[in-house]
């Protein structure tokens, strides 16, 4: 897991922001008449988060901790965490027991809202622009185009994929300045896996959920 390590850390040190913007889209949204396309939904929750970022911004890097579950309540809805998973196992998915693919998922998500309520301490004035939506020929999938505007750094590319279910629009992948989080975590954790056998890799995965956050 060390160049997934390295990659958060990168994450967490430059461009906390994209991060948090991923936990942005909050329930409130869905909550609407109508279910919102995929860059209305997120520019509306974003102005939201920015607020609140703004007004607790000294609360948010004394107790950390507490950023966690608000991170959870946020996320948990509006990423398919199940295709995700999928994505990122590949094949080992296609092999894995039942059982071990609700543990990857379960610690995959866990692993995921850790590392953006981490990031979310470190908001430092950042800010969002959009470069438009484009969806694939069906209509059931988007590629939201943001960037990143720091204060004191350049500005950094966050593209979200998401596609259209029943119970909304969900992400399912996020690049980051060029690197895709799915893509990023299969490298990571198929050499592991390889390496160690499945079981092993998830016992140790949900050993490292345990430990406390950076």
Known sequence: MSSTRSWMRRIAASSATALWLLAAINSSALAAAKILPPEQLIKQTTEQVLKL?????SELKE?????YEQVK????????????????LA???????????????KAFRKLLVKTYGYSLSQYSGQTVGFNGTQYTSSGNRALVRTVIQQPDGPEIPVDYRLHKTN???KIYDVTLDG????????SSFSTQIRDEGLDQFLDELEQRNARPAP
């Open 73 to 88: 309540d946020l996320v948990i809805n509006h990423f398919d965490f199940q295709l995700m998973s999928r994505f990122v």
């Open 91 to 105: 094949q080992i998915w296609r092999t894995a027991s039942p059982e071990q693919q609700a543990r990857f998922v």
């Open 167 to 169: 119970a909304g629009w």
């Open 179 to 186: 690197i895709s989080l799915v893509q990023n975590y299969r």
């Open 63 to 67: 107790r950390p901790a507490r950023i």
């Open 53 to 57: 970022l703004e007004e607790h911004q």
